[in-house]
């Protein structure tokens, strides 16, 4: 039988045995630190805890849309103290993926972004260069002069050799038009992430895996995702914070992507918070794929 | 091994033993009369020569963004006499299945569209209420209020009983998010057709089912397509013709599509025509998945 999480809630024996195995902690943000609006009380001062420790902290999330900077006015807007150093989202994990990993040979290594701003200001923080996005000649109908332009090439740019696909809000058919057709022609593929859904409103709205899977149809291939639990964004995020994996602790709600992601990257530990999508009983399932090496009730049981 | 198809060019007795076996002939377009905008020698001909037999002649065809008179209009503009009553696509096929074969109970039958006015004429034609489609209302970016009405369901019709998915040139956020809420409150999921690619301009843009694919992803439903192969359209064109399908051929250029349709659908016999997609040494390959019963050259071999 898989060996089960150890539980760490009250008790602080445990608790101070866990803190001191890890120096950086990687925390998924919604279901962990708040809920949609609702900041969980105890989150500011487990932060603070982590810190006072010396603990390296991440933020790390499947958000496409925003950039770090944007990422970090929300934290700040939900009372969370940070620095944009201390955020790592798929925008930014494709950025360093393509400038610092993938590092194709100039000049045909520019980027057709589908996607938002977030996307470009982070492609933007590693000198890539990037066409299509949120520029407004791409946010209209398709006309005969884009069909024949597009299918002869002369509207192309011969310097585009990877097509990003995000969550775009603006998505539409000549986007998508030119994405396929960079790809046809050799483009390498990649996505932000492969969220089927987003949450708003407590709800479920398109996310970025459903405006990527148009050109997954239309050519067959996959794009290597840039999101958890993708390992090409630990690789990212090892890319930057040359980080110690076996000191490392990724924090989560979700099995399936956040502690899938921490257990597939090798890392010395992973804990499940019960305050977001995942319970208990998930991983006491007979023959449970995915079984976190810690848990708690809530993240700021950590403070003991 | 599996029975190789009968090659009729260029045999009289053949041809004329064929000719005889069926009173219904179901032609696909695009590769079969003509190719893009080239119409093939002999088209013309061929089809009188059907008709001065009294044979019923039907034009198949997975295009969904035009009406049976607009697709008209375009056989006219190739020269190709015909009548509307001739003619069945997957935007009438959609609407000859949710009239008289789905017939939910009203109120809650409105279907919410996704595609252009050829389905929206069609819808018309049975007398189906819809929404959605090519209303201006949803040709637009999305809104905190969409979202919030959206999520809430005030912004939705409870009558929306049916999601149909077609080619749909004007695709934005705000009409998958209102396409995948329906899906999620329960409507039928159908698509005119599954096609992954539209030829345009000798080159390829997204077709239908790289839009419905995105409902796909969301939902983990697939949805009933009213397009070749789907029986499903097989099922609707018997709906309004009654024909005897042993006394039924099936004429196509494309084995996994035209071919497969009339084989699925049982029908009398399958004709395949080299003039498009398929190749002679797709069904001579070991394993062969699809085999038709007859093939030609080209069409107008059917004369003799």
């Known amino acids: 039988m898989a060996q089960l999480p150890k539980h760490l809630s009250g008790d602080q024996t445990a608790i101070n045995e866990f803190l001191d195995k890890f120096d950086v902690f990687l925390l998924d943000c919604d279901g962990v630190l708040w809920s949609g609006d609702h900041l969980f009380p105890g989150t500011v001062e487990t932060l603070e805890l982590l810190r006072s420790k010396g603990k390296q902290v991440v933020f790390v999330t499947n958000n496409s849309t925003k950039s770090r900077a944007e990422y970090q006015k929300k934290l700040t807007s939900m009372g969370i103290p940070s620095s ?121 709205f398109p996310g970025a895996g459903s405006i990527s899977i148009s050109l997954v149809n239309m050519t067959g291939q996959q794009p290597i995702a840039l999101g958890k639990p ?13 980080f110690d994996r076996k000191r490392t602790c990724m924090v989560g709600d979700r099995l399936d992507t956040d502690i899938r992601f921490g257990i597939e990257g090798k890392l010395g530990g992973t804990l499940a918070v019960l305050t977001g999508v995942s319970k208990k009983d998930e991983w006491e399932a007979e023959g449970a794929p995915v079984i976190p090496a810690y848990y708690v009730e809530k993240l700021s049981d950590l403070r003991g």
């Open 84 to 204: 944009v150093d201390e955020i790592f989202g798929s925008a930014y994990s494709s950025a360093i993926y393509i400038a610092r990993i993938l590092k194709l040979p100039p000049p045909k290594n520019k980027v057709f972004v589908l996607g938002e701003s977030g996307i470009e200001t982070e492609l933007k923080s590693e000198g890539i260069e990037f066409i299509g996005g949120t520029d407004p000649a791409y946010r209209r109908d398709i006309t005969p002069e884009d069909y024949k332009g597009i299918a002869d090439g002369s509207l192309l740019d011969d310097n585009v050799g990877i097509v990003l696909a995000g969550l775009d809000f603006h998505v539409n058919y000549l986007k998508l038009s030119h994405a396929y057709h960079y790809l046809a022609r050799g483009a390498k593929f990649l996505a932000t992430n492969l969220d089927s859904t987003l949450p708003n409103n407590h709800a479920f």
């Open 230 to 242: 993708s390992q090409a964004m630990m690789d990212s995020i090892e890319g930057k914070f040359q």
